[in-house]
Antibody
Framework: QVQLEQSGAEVKKPGASVKVSCKAS????????MHWVRQAPGQRLEWMGW????????KYSQKFQGRITITRDTSATTAYMELSSLRSEDTAVYHC?????????WGKGTTVIVSS | DIQMTQSPSSLSASVGDRVTITCRAS??????LNWYQQKPGKAPKLLIY???SLQSGVPSRFSGSGSGTDFTLTISSLQPEDFATYYC????????FGQGTKLEIK
């Protein structure tokens, strides 16, 4: 079955970086783009960026430009999202989600806590 | 950036009720509008894509309509498992989500 399995929870200090992974299975990895969406406690879903898993092209939300890097490893069928210069406001659940115009398969989420 | 605004932000209803949630875009987005259901501690689940297309496996009591700036999600007869938070999302220009509508049991 189609699945996106994400890496485990992280606790980081302000100013640090975090890298979250998302391993895809059950479908052709390079046939579907991958988005990253986060949700801070009690807040709405927030789109961060996406990667064309075929050619590696990326597009990022202007809010995160300069702090976010999305990559993929096609041999490992895994996408990665790295966020740098973390601050307390980055405490959230980070999801990967498959799709282009709509997101039809989601990972369960990775909790990232930023605290000194 | 395109802003998405949902109404109401919360809603109380009973099993069997017909419920409608509205989503308005700050500019025309054609039919690039999707609806998701999210339960506490879970990932969002796609219900409707392209404004009115039902995602495979989603019960037919869910339906979507609209185009341009105004969209609706309708649940024809609420079931106990439908109590959740619903989000609209546009994909016309980049991507953005509404603030969510929390559907609670009356």
């Amino acid at each position: 079955q189609v699945q996106l399995e994400q890496s485990g929870a992280e606790v980081k200090k302000p100013g640090a970086s975090v890298k979250v992974s998302c391993k895809a299975s059950g479908y052709t990895f390079t046939s579907h783009a991958m988005h990253w969406v986060r949700q801070a406690p009690g807040q709405r879903l927030e789109w961060m960026g996406w990667i064309n898993t075929g050619n590696g092209n990326t597009k990022y939300s202007q809010k995160f430009q300069g702090r976010i890097t999305i990559t993929r490893d096609t041999s490992a069928t895994t996408a990665y999202m790295e966020l740098s210069s973390l601050r307390s406001e980055d405490t959230a659940v980070y999801h990967c989600a498959r799709g282009v115009d709509y997101m039809d398969v989601w990972g369960k989420g990775t909790t990232v806590i930023v605290s000194s | 950036d395109i802003q998405m605004t949902q109404s109401p932000s919360s809603l109380s209803a009973s099993v069997g009720d017909r419920v409608t949630i509205t989503c308005r875009a700050s500019q025309s987005i054609s039919s690039y509008l999707n609806w998701y259901q999210q339960k506490p501690g879970k990932a969002p689940k796609l219900l409707i894509y392209a404004a009115s297309s039902l995602q495979s496996g989603v019960p037919s009591r869910f339906s979507g309509s609209g185009s341009g700036t105004d969209f609706t999600l309708t649940i024809s007869s609420l079931q106990p498992e439908d109590f959740a938070t619903y989000y609209c999302q546009q994909s016309y220009s980049s991507y953005s989500f509404g603030q969510g509508t929390k559907l609670e049991i009356k």
